[in-house]
Each structure stands twice: as structure tokens, then as C-alpha cells.
């Protein structure tokens, strides 16, 4: 009898994914995604639930990302927050035990590493969209790309023992490639090095702290909050008191804000990809600092 419920389940597609030969890994985002696959190769099926070119601070769940976390063997998060206004609802509605909070199949990727901005003191909404853990964009810097890696190298041979020496050589590999590419974004990125910047919102943090960028200031008066006439009024005349020639904003951010201050002031204005997956071009981790490089350029920001 369990033989045939096992085979009815396969044929509608729904049987959980320890009856695949690979693991079934779901990421939160593309960012995740790209580096599950860089780690987990052919051991892995990989699929994100959200696009690189939409924030990841929102999503909804639809009955497609359900059947995607019921599926599941690994389900892997940026964490400090970042899905929390969308993630514990699907997790609570899929119901596999597996990949819940504290299971093998858990993995939150910010408990890898050090986070910046975190606050001090009491937090409040007053504040805007305030992350309590810390900045959850900790990716967009190269040096926590290897780490992210090597939690994911460490829960995959977890999982899957019999390919732990695969996922071992494959994460050498993605360690000797970002050490050979990141000197070269350096060295694209040196004319910004100690240069002052505004960003729209507080996700470039970590690209400042890697490639030596100061922001010093953002065009949302608080996080999560759209700039009125006072804050962009006062954006302009730290522009021209400071001598601020970058605005770094993402893709779908409105730039009516932006392109303001730019026509007031000169300043330039430099869009650029926050995630994999944001531009049709970018499909693997080294895509993206490659597309931040060029989006620079193509602001005439960098020579």
C-alpha cells in the first residue's frame, strides 16, 4: 500500500523531495540561488523565490511557492529579517517539517556572518523599516560570498554524505575564482575609493565597506520611507556643501526623487543591479559584481 501511495504521489508531483536523486534546494533569493548552484552543481535543483529584479523585502505567496517549500529538502535564507514580512506565513502553510526552524533543512545564512548598521538602543517603526538583527544585505559584499558559500558547502555535505567531497572541490573552486576576480573589481572601483555617495536605501552598505565607498547619506529620510519636499531640499544643499558627485540607487526604486536632485545639483546618478537575476545578463555571483562595475562605467563615474 505505502509502495503505491509513493507512486500516485510522484505522478501528481507532490511527494516530498527525498524521493529525488538530487537534494531540492529553495533559496529566498537569486543571490542564494546562484551560489547553491555554484556549490551544489549536479548534486542540487535549485529554485528561488523570488526575482533579483524585485525587493526582497516583499513578496506573496502563491500556491506555486507552497508546492516549492513542501517540496523541499533544504530551504535557504538570507535571514536578519529580510523575509520576514512573507516567509513564516509559507513556511506555516506548506508544512514541511523539514525545512522549518531548527531542522537540517534550515539554513538562515546570516547566522555565517558579522552584520553591519545593527541598531543601538530601543527600535521602534517610528524609525522606518528597521532591521533589529542587522543589514540584511550583507551579499553585495565579495568577502561574505565566500561565506555564504561555505555554510552552503557545509549543509549540503550534511544532507547528502555520499557528495561531500563534490560539494568540498566545487566550493574550492568558487573560493580560487572570487579570489582571482576580486582584485580586479578593486581596481575598477579604486577612483570611488574615500569618495562621498548618496544611496537611495540602506542596501548598499556592504558594497561601500568592500570597494571602499562613504555613503553619507540615504534619499529615504528613514528606511522604507519615500523622500518629501524638506529631506530632498536638504539632500541638495549637502550635495553642494560636501561636493557629492554619486547617487547609487536599485532598479526598481521610483527616480523621480533621483533624477530631481541630479538636475538640481549635477550629481550623477548610477543604477545599479542589487541581486542576480536583476538584469537578463546576470546569472551567477561573479555576474553581479561584473554588472556593478559596468552600471559605474555607464555612469561615467569610473574611467
Partial sequence: MRHLIALLLIGLGTLPGWAHARLNVITTTQDSAAIVQAVGGEHVRVQSLTLGARDPHFAEATPSMIR?????DLLVLIG???EIGWLPPLLETARNGRVLPGAAGYLDLSASLAL???PTGPVSRAQGDVHVRGNPHYWLAPRNGLRMAQAIGARLSELDPPHAADYRARLAAFQRELERRQPVWQAQLAPLIGKPVIAYHKSFVYLADAFGLRIVAEVEPKPGIP??????QQLI???RAQKIGVLIMEPYYERRSAEYLARETGIKLAVLPQSVGAQPNISTYFDLFDAIVSAFKAANITP
Avoid: C, G, W
Avoid at 516549492?68 to 523541499?72: E, G, I, L
Avoid at 523622500?227 to 530632498?232: K, S, V, Y
Fill in 68 to 72: 516549492q517549500v513542501y517540496q523541499a
Fill in 80 to 82: 536578519a529579517d529580510l
Fill in 237 to 239: 544643499e549637502t550635495i
Fill in 227 to 232: 523622500p518629501n519636499a524638506a529631506h530632498l
Fill in 116 to 118: 553591519l548598521d545593527k
